[in-house]
């Protein structure tokens, strides 16, 4: 089999992985490199000829997870070429793209996991793993007595981390391993678990009357710590409508509205002006467990950057009192000035800002129970501004560049 890394050797987010066989050539995952303020449109067409233009040269394209720098770009490729996604991670994605207006590929086929898919003459197969988006998934790559394993995003210190070692084992050892190396080259210690993230919310939001949090939607996991804290805190659980939406279409152990009497839906200002049809599907449902019922209460609520002026709004009516914000992502992302603006924008309201989070991404302890169960011959690192760094955990580690060809 030949793999060639399209992009991602050089970067987080955005990577694109062809491997080839005899007879079949797939890409894993195709999704937008990470914003930043100086790239304003992430969502751009890559223009890969046989994939996104021109004659079509692949036979599918299997995705990981839900994350947009995984998927984001679905929608470009070519209409004859069958895209494969996890049902649960699908529903995501579609529901994002309805909140944002984005377009939504006109069709993709349900991946589940433990069941191979046959594409000519390579066996594929999604293992479930554990990482800050829901449902997320390593794929196996079978062909000609070759095994290669593609990573995906993927941690051990979350609620599904005891899939991990299972997982592996399941896969066994294989010829080559594409590794996710986010977290190459920081410091060299053992994350937080979100159990653990638990207990240290569950405390400083005692101390507090009203608590709001800026955290990931998808990130499910992290619903769930912060809803454990604010029960054990006596607070109820607020989330915004998109999250909000988020949980109720999926399993019934999530915390969500319209399944938990303790939580609640808020809907920002932002959305005011959406259409009736919108209001409709995605509002009315939660019309009875929503705003003004809420905010007599101490409260722990999901916000995001664009809600400072429902903040505020609480603020005047004499609503916040003794709050703080609670930030529970990737520290680069305070670097953008959207979160700069939102951030002091709560300092100015007198409202506090403290830091609890834990990486989506797995530490130097995941890496090498992976390196040491599937005994790969050979290691390529994506998914890293670091890729040097992958030689201090794989002694097999290949450097490439984007479009060099590794045969195997």
């Given at each position: 089999m030949k793999v060639k890394i399209i992009k991602g050797t050089n970067q987080i987010g955005g990577c694109i992985t062809e491997i080839e066989s005899k007879s079949a050539r797939i890409i894993i995952d195709f999704g937008e490199d990470l914003p930043s303020d100086e790239v304003k449109d992430c969502h751009e067409n890559p223009m890969?000829?046989?994939l996104t233009t021109g004659k079509r040269k692949y036979d599918a394209v299997f995705i990981t997870h839900s994350h947009g720098d995984h998927i984001g770009l679905i929608d470009y490729i070519l209409e004859d070429i069958s895209v494969y996604v996890e049902k649960e991670s699908?529903?995501?994605?579609?529901?994002?793209?309805k909140f944002t207006y984005k377009n939504t590929r006109f069709k993709t086929t349900d991946m589940e996991f433990n069941k191979p898919i046959t594409i000519k003459d390579m066996k594929i197969t999604l293992f479930r793993i554990d990482h800050s988006s829901y449902n997320s998934g390593m794929i196996l790559i079978e062909s000609?007595?070759?095994?290669?394993?593609?990573t995906g995003d993927y941690r051990n210190h979350g609620r599904k981390g005891g899939l991990f070692t299972s997982t592996l084992n399941k896969i066994g050892e294989v010829d080559l391993?594409?590794?996710?190396?986010?977290t190459f080259g920081r410091k060299d210690e053992k994350y937080k678990t979100e159990e653990d993230?638990?207990?240290?919310?569950?405390?400083?939001?005692?101390?507090?009357n009203q608590i709001f949090i800026l955290q990931a939607s998808t990130n499910?996991?992290?619903i769930v710590t912060f809803y454990k804290a604010s029960k054990k805190a006596h607070k109820v659980f607020i989330e915004d409508i998109f999250t909000a939406n988020i949980t109720n279409i999926l399993n019934s152990n999530i915390p969500t509205p319209k399944k938990f009497n303790d939580v609640y839906a808020w809907i920002p200002l932002k959305y005011q002006d959406k259409p009736k049809k919108f209001k409709d599907k995605y509002f009315l449902p939660f019309e009875d467990r929503c705003n003004s019922m809420i905010v007599a209460n101490d409260f722990t609520m999901l916000v995001k950057t664009s809600m400072l002026k429902d903040i505020k709004m609480l603020k005047e009516k004499g609503v916040i009192t003794n709050a703080c914000l609670i930030y529970s992502m990737w520290e680069g992302y305070l670097e953008k000035k959207s979160f700069k603006d939102f951030i002091d924008g709560i300092k100015d309201l007198g409202i506090s800002f403290k830091i609890i989070h834990t990486s989506g991404h797995g530490d130097n302890t995941a890496r090498k129970i992976v390196n040491e169960i599937t005994k790969p011959k050979k290691v390529i690192p994506i998914h890293t501004e670091n890729k040097e760094i992958a030689k201090e955990?794989?002694?097999n580690a290949i450097i490439l560049d984007d479009n060099e060809i590794l045969e195997i």
């Open positions: 890969i000829d046989g699908k529903k995501i994605y579609e529901l994002l793209n000609n007595g070759k095994k290669i394993l593609h391993l594409i590794t996710e190396g986010t993230l638990e207990l240290l919310a569950s405390h400083e939001f005692k101390k507090y499910i996991d992290r955990v794989f002694k």
